[in-house]
């Protein structure tokens, strides 16, 4: 399988403090890959790494070769709002802007000039929300604020936001950990979906969710990388120590 | 698991399941001790109480599976530890199979009521008995430990279990030959023998089992 992600030695500072320490993972192209670890592990920092979302924090420093198609991700000449835009991203808490469903949807597409005309428009934003799984419990209330709808279908809105400026791949940092167990698992089947188009890179501090969604797992701790491998071999019998203790929950 | 789990709950129910497999363990050996005894003595009066103690090996076996289900459904174990609970189940049932052979042994018994044992081929199953009894305590003491070099001599020592099987057979064929009239007296000397060579057979998949547990690694899977 194709990497669409490569990074070696990646370091990141706040300050004074590391976040991440030599840190080389490859990401597989259309496939699911959840970062996995106590909290302060660095996964977080690691995935805002792979869109440069740490760009607009005081003091942050990154080092090291992270390469996204074999480009440098961190390169002078490469404008971040392009990269965001191939790399999408979806956060914890549902963050819809205070708009109506369509809007949401539209913006994207709108500001990077993706759609000649209001019916193009239109196709992409209805599109986006098929894909999204959302458009059966929205298509009669394109116009109702996005913020009424349920936390479940608001962070579905937020894939669908991502989805609909055509990325390459989409970040998820944490996306249901604000959600009940249903929402939860009608978002797995969605990633399972979206994969098969997507490169999906998902933070998550639920282990039993990495062990169901994902292909590959990593496993980060103190900053540093344990341990990285097929998500089965990692849940059942891992090869480190470390590994071993924190999935069985010997490590918090 | 050397290290403690941050939910103390966690740890309790798993060493529950451990304490109940070794606690099975104990009473099938014990279990095989006084069938073999009952056997050489041709002591009747033991069956009855040997059939009873048959039961209650069962009653362990469903408890173990019980816990180990609610352990799965209740706390999710993963890895080592879902191995632990996935592998109670399993070594429960050997040690119950291995209780079903001292039941059968026992019921052989009233074979013997009114002739006397074939002196050298009892001699033999005696010899099984002891080396089945020691591949369980070893076996028992490998699950314990999670020891599985342990256990990789108790799959070893099987080939000696096996070894008196055959040896049983081709003497109680020779006999047969000999006094054809005393033909029932030896089948049923052979079938216990069997008993005693299937029991091995269990233990040997319980050091399996112990070896899956450590490693993952499942020895039937490869053999």
């Known amino acids: 399988m194709r990497n669409k992600f490569e990074t070696e ?5 706040y300050g004074t403090k590391i976040a991440i320490d030599d840190i080389s993972l490859n990401i597989e192209s259309n496939n699911i890959t959840s970062l996995i670890g106590p909290s302060g592990c660095g996964k977080s920092t690691f995935l ?13 420093a990154v080092s090291g070769k992270l390469l996204l198609d074999n480009e440098d991700i961190y390169s002078d000449n490469l404008d971040p709002v392009d990269l965001r835009a191939k790399v999408g991203m979806v956060f914890q808490k549902p ?4 708009k109506s469903i369509f809007e949401n949807i539209a913006y994207g597409p709108k500001i990077h000039g993706l759609a000649k005309s209001k019916a193009e428009l239109n196709d992409i934003v209805l599109e986006s929300l098929e894909r999204a799984g959302l458009i059966d419990e929205v298509r009669d209330r394109l116009d109702d604020s996005a913020t009424g709808l349920s936390g479940g279908q608001q962070q579905r809105i937020c894939i669908a936001r991502a ?3 055509n990325p390459e791949v989409i970040l998820m940092d944490e996306p249901c950990s ?3 167990p249903i929402a939860t698992a009608v978002i797995e089947e969605l990633l399972d979906q979206l994969s098969k188009d997507f490169t999906i890179v998902i933070v998550t501090h639920s282990m039993a969710q990495a062990a169901r969604v994902s292909n590959k797992t990593a496993f980060f701790h103190l900053g540093k990388l344990v341990e990285f491998g097929e998500t089965q071999k990692i849940f059942t019998n891992p090869e ?13 | 698991m050397e290290k403690e789990h941050i939910v103390g709950a966690f740890d309790a129910d798993l060493d529950r ?5 070794l606690a099975m363990g104990k009473l099938v050996r014990k279990q095989i001790r006084a069938a073999t005894n009952a056997l050489i003595e041709v002591n009747l009066e033991e069956v009855d109480s040997l059939i009873a103690t048959d039961r209650e090996i069962n009653g362990m076996n469903k408890r173990i599976n019980t816990l180990a289900e609610q352990m799965i459904a209740m706390r999710q174990p993963m890895a080592l530890d879902l191995r632990l609970a996935l592998m109670a189940t399993s070594i429960a049932t050997e040690l119950e199979r291995l209780g079903d052979h001292a039941k059968s042994t026992a019921k052989r018994i009233r074979k013997f009521s009114d002739v006397a044992p074939e002196k050298k081929i009892m001699v033999l199953i005696e010899t099984m008995s ?3 009894m020691s591949m369980l305590t070893d076996a028992l003491k490998a699950y314990k430990k999670k020891d599985i070099d342990k256990a990789a001599e108790v799959r070893v020592k099987d080939a000696d279990v096996d070894d008196i099987n055959d040896k049983i057979y081709k003497v109680a064929i020779k006999e047969i030959k000999k006094n054809p009239e005393d033909i029932e007296t030896f089948i049923q000397l052979i079938l216990l023998a069997r008993n005693f060579e299937r029991a091995g057979d269990h233990i040997v998949n319980i050091a399996r089992q112990v070896h899956q547990i450590v490693t993952g690694e499942d020895l039937k899977a490869s053999s």
Do not use: K, S
């Not at chain 1, 480190?240 to 918090?252: A, V």
């Open chain 1, 48 to 60: 805002r790494c792979l869109n440069r979302m740490n760009d607009t924090i005081d003091g942050c």
């Open chain 1, 178 to 180: 604000a959600l009940d």
């Open chain 2, 17 to 21: 399941i451990e304490n109940e497999i």
């Open chain 1, 163 to 165: 989805i609909a400026v």
């Open chain 2, 130 to 132: 002891e080396l089945v």
């Open chain 1, 9 to 13: 030695n990646v370091v990141v500072h």
């Open chain 1, 240 to 252: 480190e120590e470390r590994t071993q203790n924190y999935i069985t929950g010997r490590i918090g």
């Open chain 1, 95 to 98: 963050n819809p802007f205070p």
